[in-house]
């Protein structure tokens, strides 16, 4: 990332400069090792479904960025021996799967090099979805969070799509830039030599920079936007609650796409500003401290990458990629209302329940109707779990799990947990809520659960309560809605 902000001028020149290099032979056959690392998720039900990225192989291209910085210099400067020698691991890597290679000389940077484009055959010409990350990094080392995560994550992206080489309905072109760190030159060049109609063409440009913070946050570009959706909905799915990239506002190479009208969106980790208390409580980490603590410095090795933070920023590029550019990626919905007999009104049926917990039993009124859920309230230690199995359908815009939740407790204390409800789908904890959230009424919760799309999972709520003084979680009218 660069580490200050930009004007915000820009011209539109001819399309011009670059050395096209075709691949040299068809699709490889895959180049992912034995994938150790299970995604959280699944991301879709299409014809495909989007892939999980695996870590390992990611961090393999950091550990060869590492060793290239290594061998020259210390880093992986723009124009420097570094920076030429991890483009061409880039460049061949993506020969070898069947890209066509892109080179294009930035005359103007202030360290002249070239950009890298690659583009994946098939998908219409005038439809482009396009994925960034830039290349070089600081003199002061070799770069591996800033910007080695972006490249990797996008490098290992772009090979499985060539491993599984399926139907596109879009263009989708990945770009490595030079010349970020000097003021966002690279990107600049290109933006500037694309004609009118050839900047019409790209429907979208998402970019990635600083993937793997030690201490980082999840942010996204533009958070709320149409362009987000798909990176918010997988982050959502895994209940991480992404906020906006503020500090990365106008200081990465999606600023000049931004400026030419090109709708544009990414994920980051976080730089060098520091994790707030509220951050820390949800995502982890340390509070008031640095989201990378070794941000343009000498300790910029593979050592200062969260494998957690990276994994998941990896597998977002992927079901976004799938949900824009893969046929299938987006099969039409045909949603509607997935739980059975939320409102607890007939039986047990299909729920399958601790005994007691489905009840209309007056201590505990329910929300509506008669019946609700009654997970605890006895005073002794003790497990109760509520289950269904679901099918969501694919293709919908929006995948929204509500209930209602009275906390009812005998405990007293205000800052104290000893009881509490876990609520999970599949094997992602979407909220936990203890004694410490008691409430007089029934509150509304809810939950995006669209990484799930297209799967049977199982809705999951595990009340558990220690050996005194009952907490009471009694769950109504629960609702799973596609639409």
Known sequence: MKGR????????????????????????????????????????????????????????????????????GGNRRAGSAGYTASLNYVKTRLQSAGYTVSEQYCSSCTYPSNNLIAEWPGGPTDQVVMFGAHLDGVSAGPGINDNATGSSTLLENALVLAAQNPTMTKKVRFAWWTDEEQGLNGSR????????????????????????????????????????????????????????????????????????????????????????????????????????????????????????VLNRAADGVAYALWQL??????????????????????????????????????????????????????????????????????????YTLSFWLHIDTAETTSSTVYDRLTVQVGSTTLATYSNLNRASGYVQRSFSVAGFAGQTVTLRFTGTEDSSLQTSFVIDDVTLVAS
């Open 5 to 72: 902000t930009l004007s915000a001028g820009i011209a539109l020149a001819v399309f011009a400069g670059m050395t096209v290099t075709l691949a040299a032979q068809p699709v490889a056959a895959s180049p992912m090792a034995t994938m150790t690392e299970a995604r959280p998720i699944a991301a879709s039900a299409a014809a495909l479904a989007a892939p999980d990225i695996s870590v390992t192989n990611v961090q393999a291209h950091l550990t060869q960025f590492n060793s290239i910085a290594t061998s020259n």
């Open 189 to 308: 060049f290109y933006v500037n030599s694309l004609t009118t109609t050839q900047r019409g063409y790209i429907k979208g440009y998402y970019n990635f920079d600083m993937v793997g913070s030690t201490n980082g946050g999840y942010f996204i570009n533009r958070v709320t936007s149409t362009t987000a959706a798909p990176l918010k909905a997988y982050w959502d799915s895994l209940g991480l609650q992404p906020e906006e990239n503020v500090e990365g506002q106008g200081r990465s190479d999606d600023y000049y796409f931004q400026q030419a009208g090109i709708p544009t969106s990414g994920y980051a980790a976080g730089a060098s500003a520091r994790k707030t208390s509220s951050q820390a409580a949800k995502w982890g980490g340390t509070a008031n401290s640095a989201y990378d603590p070794c941000y343009h410095r000498s300790c910029d090795t593979t050592a200062n990458v969260s494998a957690t």
């Open 325 to 398: 550019a893969v046929s299938g990626g987006t099969p039409s919905c045909t949603g509607g209302q997935v739980v059975g007999n939320g409102g607890f009104e007939s039986g047990s049926t299909p729920w399958t329940a601790s005994s007691g917990v489905i009840t209309n039993a007056s201590a505990q009124p329910a929300r509506t109707g008669s019946y609700k859920a009654w997970l605890n309230g006895n005073g002794r230690s003790g497990t109760e779990s509520l289950t269904q199995s679901v099918t969501l359908p694919a293709g919908c815009a929006s």
